[in-house]
């Protein structure tokens, strides 16, 4: 299997806003649970938003109202708007696809948040 495929980090400013994008391969995409996590230096990887197939979404508590999780099953592709960015949110993320009880992770994308 295909693992997800991330893009869109980098370097911001405080209060800046980035996009990330995550491709997933497969015919069942729309299927998929699709989620996004991050995981910074010295911490565990934490849940940071998710959609399922029905486009229902849940969020941490920290990026509710800043940050909006999207998919677009034509493309097989989930977006994570990320706005008001601090430095907080400085980590690599990670996209993963869920179906049943198999998740598919991709390999990061590093988002850092500086002056």
């Known amino acids: 299997q295909v693992q997800p495929v991330e ?10 806003s980035l996009r990330l994008s995550c491709a997933a ?3 069942m995409f729309s299927l998929y649970v ?4 991050r995981q910074a230096p010295g911490q565990e990887r934490e849940l940071v938003a998710s959609i399922t197939s029905g486009g229902n979404t849940d969020y941490a508590e920290s990026v509710k109202g800043r940050f909006s999780i999207s998919r677009d099953n034509a493309k097989n592709t989930v977006y994570l708007q990320m706005n008001s960015l601090n430095v907080e949110d400085t980590a690599v993320y990670y996209c993963s696809r869920t179906l049943g009880k198999y998740t598919l992770w991709g390999q990061g994308t590093q988002v850092t948040v500086s002056s």
């Open 34 to 37: 699709m989620g996004w996590y």
């Open 7 to 16: 893009s869109g980090g980098g370097l911001v400013q405080p209060g800046g």
């Open 25 to 27: 391969s497969g015919s």
